[in-house]
């Protein structure tokens, strides 16, 4: 047994008791004292960090036809995710924001199984689609390094980037109204500081290196990214992942199964369903006064144009909306040379100017002592053409992306026939309010003329229409599971009770009520009072309603291609 | 398109006219100023301004037993971010997520800030302290008065620093009058104990990180050590020597994938494993005549024994191909520097200490330790399980003492300066034991701390039921959401990891410093001041006078461990443990400068009073619960992520960590039992025991073997459906294999 020197016990007799002792013990909590005490000393050590991890950056840099890549070695990549965290602390982002993330792929056979964690941030492209689709030119890749910058200031928060890039990089911060991006951590490579996830890998799985241009193009053309990732073709990303092992073929992201809807954007939804009812509705007025002649005299013409202008101001509205930063909503026009949505706003700007002096012109005649009539023809004509560029913009936006469920056939038809579908009742909706404001008997004879047309117009396009969006549901039938198969069964899915409301709405507005009021016609000989009425308002509600729900659904629906997620 | 690409990637951008008009380009402003990056001005590198600090301190991390040093960032003395500590011996610069998290878990809406008590209504319902440590004096004493001072016991946990942990126990047991009391490091390191006890004479891991790089052969066993503990994983791959590494785990992980040989063996048949590798070392005479003859005992009993296990036993019991077995012992026996490494694959099992014997056996019987990358390691779980192992005062009297021994009585007495006659003469009961008790009603008031046992404690429905017993259950804990804290009758507010200070013990034996760094919320409390306030109020205050605070306990624990093999009365205090980057025990007084890694029995003398260690084997037993035709299916539970700690109280904290992990229960399955169970990845499934059944998502992947299933046990349900069995030595519970069946969810 050892002896073992007592300690002295007399150092504090500090006998308090009761609430005493719990107020001192809860000052003492609250004291940071001592915290002063071996920062001090931590401060009088503090030495350089004696690693500068430089032998993961390039010795120098990047020459002409070379940029700067982040090389991720797969065998290394155990999965740890520190790289995440890192990047998120040492980049001051907020709470939940983060600009990397690992996933999972899994395959291979019992007898040989395979799981392999890829850490992924942006790709610093050849071809950035986010740059390209930028409105507003917030993004630069720099001449020398490569990188692939987000100006934050310059951003509007349009969101488009996040939907151009396919690898889910951009992300929009709704606290911000803004988009920000991983920049490879620019400001340290520039003072030879490793970027944060490269300096806090354990593994050092994640390097830069220097690429050659050149052979980022051959790469992109011969072989594949990662499994089950997005074509490199799109954009040309720059990051290399290695790994001496081969990949088994089965090899998929663990999360390859799951199916989830997308952001719904609902400014956008209304932006696109209101300035698609609008250049509709001016063309089929123009369409009609084409083929039969709208008489002078009666009130159609310029209540359809009025109401034609004034979806497509609360459209453009809408857009608004859906800007984070709305204020600088003007910076669109710096885009106009590559950006398709530079050029949309730019059109939709002129088809709003056109519209609007259209509409002016057809209320104006004959209510002012100046003959407009000779300028109602060009001006329609022009309306129609700025609209039908604009909305041909509108489709490029989606088909830029190169997403499948938005390829220019699907997207195009499905726009062109919302036009046509909304424009006709749009139609029936003005003459409802040019009967109820200025009932005359011209109109009712006009109104007799035209209806069996509209009517038959109406259904035969919401048929084709809803045949073409229903065609998606054979996609069901396949095996692979492709980006189609992927919208189809989120629709049949998750999404089914919008998909349901949305063939009932497009039924009901499309073709029962046309019927309806084209049985009206023939059995009555007119078609008159409260079930005028209601059948021409129940007819635009449901074909304006189905309308809303068919977009809501072509942005939910939408398979975004990504990189290998993780489980979920 | 491809036209406004080509015109797009050359872009000479509209900048030109833009640059005179700010409002159309602005190249930066506010929103880029946010994000700026500028020089540290302590510490290093570039950093946010949020992280900017006007100095740094230091602070070994809570988590894990990996035992990483963080640099804690202060502005006015307020720690404001983290960065890990560049030249600690432990990390070297890096940190998991938990670590690069652990400051932002503190600062959560359901941090316990007020005692809370249970009402007449059956609500909890703040009060003051004092009503709160009243409460707790009169109710606890009432028990005892009518069902005798045994009859309350605590619970105590692997992650509040060694100073608290010893003044619980000693408030406890020595001022309280409890005998039972136990930690959640009996459902960790319990079987590491044991079998370090039998084996060598004591608890003592032997090894230091440095052994990672140092080692040409590297054994796993039932360890994820790339997902466990990350940063060790670190150590792996810093290896020079393109080490051989072999993984025995019957699940594919991250771990097996990196390693050169995966022995995917059938659940729980390690042991036979090592008894045929064993055998199999003997028949080739693989092995270290010279060191089994000077430094061991009990090698031909072990040598007679382990001929029962012929490779054709081990192949049809192990599942596994006679030439991976033959290969593996061949890579035991081609090593010149094996190092054996386990973790919870091998803790957590009905014949745990047999098998970390049996592996123990093998670095004996060929040599492998005492030298540079050699040892049978296990790698802990919690941050403080290495404190709790000595310090706790539960199963071992404190510094590693023996209740039963008069000697180690006295010498704790004289130390403490208490009536010998405190000290109780045996050792608590375990953990499900205690359970137990409280089930035949022989313990009636419960005091836990810092741990959760209604979320991890084996069948967990059960566990639930007998908590929900007792007359007064107490928790304290740093939030008052865990899923004890809800059915507790008293909730304690505790200040969290970084709100006070003291010593963790790492996996490697290093001793290092927790720092105070931040405010506790509230009227939070540092578990030491509760204890303190406690004592005051039981009226056994004059007792701990001198456990002033954790620096002054610190040298109580010093004097307690004098003469032990963990004497660390070398150490002056904590700034010698902030300077030297951690101490590993032992460090006797007198000692000369620690080395930075520090291993034990390079001079093959071990902790028995003859020097030597034992080979201890036992025949092995089949699984506790065998499938059956209605549950057909063995249920492995581990790990699932980095970002996941536990039962979660704290990683489920951090938005960013939530991001990192499934945030549904999910359920790996083979795509052969997939395909006959007609399910697929992502569908709802319910998997179900004898004892409950959860509900969570497939995920289809041959990483599990056909009539397996791997459900994480971060989840709340997972330990519905596990067994309660126990290995017989160490009590620690089996959570790794029970029978389950799986059906779709709709069906």
Not at chain 1, 497 to 511: D, E, I, K, S
Not at chain 2, 186 to 214: H, I, L, N, S, W
Request: charged share 15%.
């Amino acid at each position: 047994m050892i002896e073992l020197p007592v300690l002295n016990s007399n150092r504090s007799p500090s006998p308090l008791s009761g609430p005493a002792l719990v107020a001192q013990l809860l000052a003492e909590q609250q004291a940071m004292s001592a915290v002063e005490e071996f920062s001090r000393w931590h401060e009088l050590d503090a030495k350089p960090t004696s690693r500068q991890y430089r032998q993961l950056l390039p010795a120098t840099p990047p020459g002409p036809g070379e940029q700067y890549a982040f090389e991720v070695d797969l065998d290394r990549c155990s999965g740890c995710k520190a790289c995440v965290v890192a990047c998120h602390t040492l980049n001051g982002l907020d709470e939940s924001e983060t600009w990397r993330d690992v996933g999972l792929m899994v395959g291979g056979s019992t007898s040989a199984p395979v799981m392999q964690h890829v850490t992924t941030a942006c790709h610093h492209c050849l071809e950035p689609a986010c740059m390209i689709a930028c409105p507003v030119n917030a993004y630069e890749k720099d001449a020398v390094t490569g990188i692939v910058k987000h100006l934050d200031d310059q951003c509007f928060g349009c969101q488009y980037c996040t939907l151009a890039c396919p690898y889910e990089v951009p992300k929009y911060h709704a606290g911000l109204g803004i988009v920000r991006k991983c920049d490879m951590c620019s400001s340290r490579l520039a003072v030879g500081e490793a970027p944060a996830c490269v300096q806090s890998c354990p593994h050092e799985a994640i390097v830069i290196r220097t690429v050659n241009r050149r052979q980022v193009l051959e790469d992109a053309e011969t072989t594949a990214f990662l499994p089950a990732t997005p074509d490199p073709q799109i954009t040309l990303p720059t990051t290399s992942f290695k790994t001496k092992k081969p990949f088994p073929r089965n090899l998929l992201p663990a999360d390859y199964a799951r199916v989830s809807a997308q952001h719904a954007h609902w400014p956008l939804v209304v932006m696109l369903v209101l300035t698609q009812l609008s250049v509709g509705a001016f063309c089929v007025g123009l369409a009609l006064d084409a083929l039969v002649v709208l008489p002078g005299g009666t009130s159609l013409r310029p209540v359809h144009a009025v109401a034609a202008l004034g979806f497509g101001l609360l459209a453009l509205g809408s857009s608004l909306l859906h800007l984070g930063r709305p204020q600088f909503a003007f910076r669109a026009i710096l885009g106009l040379r590559h950006s398709w949505l530079s050029r949309e706003i730019v059109a939709f700007g002129l088809f709003a100017g056109c519209a609007s002096a259209y509409a002016a012109a057809v209320y104006l005649v004959g209510r002012i002592d100046f003959n407009l009539e000779p300028a109602i023809e060009p001006l329609g004509w022009s309306v129609a053409a700025t609209g039908a560029i604009a909305v041909f913009c509108s489709v490029m936006i989606y088909v830029f992306t190169q997403r499948e469920y938005w390829s220019f056939s699907r997207v195009g038809v499905r726009f062109t026939l919302t036009c046509a579908l909304l424009g006709i009742a749009a139609m029936w909706l003005s003459i409802l309010a040019a009967m109820i404001a200025a009932p005359s008997l011209q109109l009712t004879e006009l109104v007799a003329k035209v209806s069996p047309l509209l009517c038959q117009a109406l259904i035969v396009t919401a048929v084709v229409k809803l045949t073409w969006e229903a065609a998606i549901f054979r996609h069901l039938l396949f095996r692979r599971m492709t980006p189609l198969r992927r919208s189809a069964m989120l629709q049949a899915g998750d999404l089914s009770r919008v998909t349901l409301a949305r063939f009932a709405l497009g039924l009901l507005g499309g073709v029962m009520m046309p019927l309806f009021i084209l049985r009206q016609a023939t059995e009555a000989g007119n078609v008159t009072g409260v079930e005028f009425v209601a059948a021409t308002s129940l007819l635009f509600i449901a074909c304006l309603a189905g309308e809303l729900l068919e977009r809501y659904l072509f942005f939910t629906a939408c398979a975004a291609p990504r990189m290998p997620g993780g489980i979920r | 398109m491809s036209t406004t690409q080509t015109n797009g990637a050359g872009m000479p951008p509209a900048r030109d006219f833009g640059r005179y008009i700010p409002l159309l380009l602005q190249r930066t402003g506010p929103l880029t100023e946010t994000l700026s990056l500028t020089p540290a001005e302590v510490g290093n590198g570039l950093l946010p301004q949020q992280i900017q600090g006007d100095s740094l301190t230091t602070s070994v991390c809570g988590f894990c037993s990996t035992g990483c040093n963080l640099n804690i960032h202060l502005r006015d003395q307020q720690a404001i971010g983290l960065s890990p500590a560049p030249d600690y011996p432990v990390n070297l610069g890096m940190a998991c997520p938990k670590g690069w998290e652990a400051l932002t878990v503190l600062d959560a809406p359901d941090r316990a800030t007020r005692p809370l008590l249970r009402n007449a209504a059956g609500k909890l319902e703040p009060v003051s302290w004092d009503v709160a440590a009243s409460t707790f004096t009169e109710r606890m004493k009432a028990i005892q008065r009518e069902h005798g001072p045994q009859s309350i016991a605590f619970l105590s946990t692997g992650q509040i620093v060694t100073e608290e942990m010893a003044l619980l126990g000693a408030l406890a047991k020595f001022g309280m009058g409890m005998l039972h009391g136990d930690g959640n490091t009996r459902q960790c390191m319990a079987t590491a104990v044991v079998a370090y006890k039998q084996a060598f004479g004591f608890d003592a891991p032997p090894y230091t990180y440095a052994d990672f790089e140092q080692s040409d052969t590297i054994v796993l066993v039932g360890s994820n050590l790339c997902i466990a503990h990350p940063i060790l994983w670190q150590r792996v791959m810093r290896n020079q020597f393109d080490p051989n590494i072999i993984a025995i785990d019957p699940r594919t992980t991250e771990t097996t994938m990196a390693a050169s040989q995966h022995l995917a063996l059938q659940p729980k048949s390690d042991l036979t494993l090592f008894y045929g590798v064993a055998n199999l070392l003997i028949e080739r005479d693989w092995i270290d005549h010279e060191f089994i003859d000077a430094h061991t005992k009990g090698f031909d009993e072990f040598a007679a024994f382990v001929q029962a296990f012929p490779l054709t036993r081990v192949v049809e019991e192990t599942g596994l191909a006679p030439e991976a077995i033959e290969q593996f012992a061949q890579s035991i026996h081609d090593g010149l520097r094996v190092s054996f490494w386990w973790t919870m694959g091998v803790n957590q099992s009905h014949q745990a200490v047999r098998t970390a014997q049996a592996i123990i056996n093998l670095a004996l019987m060929t040599g492998n330790i005492g030298r540079p990358g050699t040892g049978a390691n296990s790698i802990t779980g919690q941050c403080n399980a290495m404190g709790s192992r000595l310090f706790s005062n539960t199963t071992n009297l404190l510094g590693g003492h023996d209740f039963a021994n008069a000697e180690h009585r006295q010498k704790v007495a004289n130390v403490l300066a208490i009536d010998e006659s405190t000290i109780p003469q045996e050792a608590s009961w375990p953990y499900h034991r205690i359970m137990e008790g409280i089930l035949r009603r022989e313990i009636r008031g419960l005091w836990v701390v810092a741990t959760n046992p209604a979320h991890s404690w084996i069948n967990q429905e059960t566990a639930r039921d007998i908590l929900s017993r007792l007359d007064f259950l107490v928790v304290q804990d740093m939030y008052h959401t865990t899923e004890t804290a809800r059915i507790a009758d008293l909730v304690l507010p505790a200040a969290a990891w970084g709100e006070k200070e003291g010593t963790f013990i790492n996996s490697e034996r290093r001793i290092g410093v927790a720092s105070k760094v931040s405010r506790a919320p509230g009227e939070a409390l540092a578990d030491f001041h509760i204890f303190k306030l406690l004592a005051e109020y039981w009226g056994c205050g004059e007792m701990f006078r001198r456990w002033e605070s954790p620096a002054a306990v610190f040298e109580i624990l010093k004097q307690l461990s004098a003469g032990q093999p963990c004497d660390v009365t070398g150490i002056d205090d904590y700034e010698m443990l902030r300077d030297l980057g951690g101490v590993q025990w032992p460090y006797p007084a007198g000692s000369e400068e620690p080395a930075t890694e520090r291993r034990l029995f390079a001079d093959g003398r071990f902790f028995h009073s003859d020097g030597r260690a034992k080979f201890i084997c036992e025949e092995p037993r089949p699984l506790p619960e065998p499938t059956t035709s209605k549950y057909p299916f063995t249920l492995l539970t581990g790990r699932g992520s980095v970002a996941q700690w536990h039962t979660q109280t704290r990683t489920a904290k951090s938005a960013v960590l939530r991001k990192l992990y499934p945030e549904e229960l999910y359920v790996e399955i083979n795509p052969h039992d997939a395909a006959e169970q007609r399910l697929g990845s992502g569908d709802l499934v319910v998997v179900s025991s004898q004892r409950g059944a959860v509900q969570g998502r497939a995920l289809v992947t041959p990483a599990v073997q056909p009539g397996q299933l791997f459900i994480p046990m971060h989840y709340e349900a997972t330990n519905r459906l596990t067994h309660p069995s126990f290995d017989p030595y160490s009590h620690q519970p089996s959570y790794k294999a029970c029978a389950v069946r799986i059906e779709l969810a709709s069906r």
